[in-house]
């Protein structure tokens, strides 16, 4: 079992091009989160995915960033326009079952290091 | 608004001592607590989780205890090692609305010297 994967692992981008993370859960796991880390603060949740289905977006910026995690394939994270300001590391995390069911453990992924200039 | 946070910021320890890192909370309704470590380049690793109705969990050299009342939990490391280098992170799940939204301290960088 390789854990979750995401790639790419460090990413470069210029002021208003596109960035793709991209996330695979752990085998068998349908439950996948996404948290960004800024500089010199701790880490934000930012959505909670199920197959197909978005669960809560709540943490994510409303404009430019969506999220996705179709029924083949990883979860994906979109940035539209990157700007400075979106250069953090992006981290995946998958469970099992909703994390809330008992003390079901999120799994995180090394994450996403998108830097833009 | 729950807000976590983890004192000290850093830590340097010689090889062998016992250490103690401490997390606190604002909120005392919370689901659960966990402790993670942070490597660079390695993401992150769940150590210990502590149910709100737990007051301690170990595993190997490490003891996560919880006291929900006065918002503290403390992470203890026994007979450091040089390999237990890293930033540690400790993470309340809210017990209202989404549990998912883990609230993050900003860590302790913890260097054991050999």
């Known amino acids: 079992n390789a854990g979750v994967m995401q790639n790419p692992r460090h990413l470069v981008r210029r002021r208003g091009q596109e960035a793709r993370l991209r996330c695979s859960p752990m085998?068998?796991?349908?439950?996948v989160y996404w948290y960004r880390q800024l500089p010199e603060e701790g880490l934000k949740f930012m959505v909670y995915?199920?197959?197909?289905?978005?669960?809560?977006e709540s943490g994510m910026p409303k404009e430019r960033f969506s999220a996705e995690f179709p029924k083949e394939g990883p979860s994906i994270l979109r940035i539209q326009q990157v700007v400075r300001g979106d250069s953090a590391a992006y981290f995946c995390?998958?469970?099992?079952?909703?994390?809330?069911?008992?003390?079901?453990?999120?799994?995180f992924g090394a994450g996403s290091r998108l830097t833009v200039l | 608004k729950q807000e976590v946070t983890q004192i000290p910021a850093a830590l340097s320890v010689p090889e062998g001592e016992n250490l103690v890192l401490n997390c606190s909370f604002t909120?005392?309704?919370?689901?659960?607590l966990q402790w993670f470590r942070q490597d660079p380049g390695k993401g992150l690793t769940s150590l210990l989780l502590?149910?709100?109705s737990q007051r301690e969990q170990t595993s190997g050299r490490l003891n996560a205890s919880l006291d929900k009342s006065s918002g503290r939990s403390t992470l203890y490391i026994a007979a450091s090692q040089p390999g237990d280098s890293a930033t540690y992170l400790c993470?309340?799940?809210?017990?209202?609305?989404?549990?998912?939204?883990?609230?993050w301290g900003l860590g302790t960088s913890l260097a054991v010297n050999p």
């Open positions: 502590i149910q709100s």
């Open positions: 993470a309340v799940s809210p017990n209202a609305g989404n549990n998912r939204k883990l609230i």
């Open positions: 995915l199920q197959k197909e289905n978005i669960i809560d």
């Open positions: 909120d005392s309704a919370i689901y659960n």
């Open positions: 995390a998958s469970s099992l079952r909703d994390f809330t069911s008992g003390a079901n453990v999120l799994t």
């Open positions: 085998k068998g796991h349908s439950h």
